[in-house]
């Protein structure tokens, strides 16, 4: 059974910082395509950081320069190291694992969510001026 499990939300200040993980389990991890997305109240989910089966990273523009996505093949553990925090990253976190082949991968230039696999049950974030 495919289990994601997020943690290391929390309430901080503006410019503070904070390292989400994604403890995953009941499948490939290495072979997955891996992200982190976030949804506001009001907004629909968009996705903020991904990584695929060869370490290859892409951001949405707004964290670019912000946050850092790694993976720990060997704990099966997705990270997100997020710096400078501002109040617009206010949301809930979602880890997502989706078997992508590397064909695919190639004709986007990065990992391409179109139906999620295997989605966690969330993490909050608030950032607060």
């Known amino acids: 059974q495919v289990q994601l499990v997020e943690s290391g939300g929390g309430s901080v200040q503006a410019g503070g910082s904070l390292r989400l993980s994604c403890a995953a389990s009941?499948?490939?991890?290495?072979?997955?395509?891996m992200g982190w997305f976030r949804q506001a109240p009001g907004k629909e989910r968009e996705e903020v950081a991904s990584?695929?089966?060869?370490?290859?990273?892409s951001y949405t523009d707004s964290v670019k320069g912000r946050f850092t996505l790694s993976k720990d093949n060997a704990k099966n553990i997705l990270y997100l190291q997020m710096n400078n925090l501002k109040p617009d990253d206010t949301a809930m976190y979602y880890c997502?694992?989706?078997?992508?082949?590397?064909?695919?991968?190639?004709?986007?230039?990065?990992?391409?969510?179109?139906?999620?696999?295997?989605w966690g049950k969330g993490t909050q974030v608030t950032v607060s001026n």
């Open positions: 990584i695929d089966s060869n370490r290859l990273t």
């Open positions: 997502a694992a989706d078997y992508q082949t590397v064909s695919f991968i190639r004709s986007l230039g990065r990992c391409g969510y179109y139906g999620v696999d295997h």
């Open positions: 009941g499948y490939s991890f290495s072979e997955y395509c």
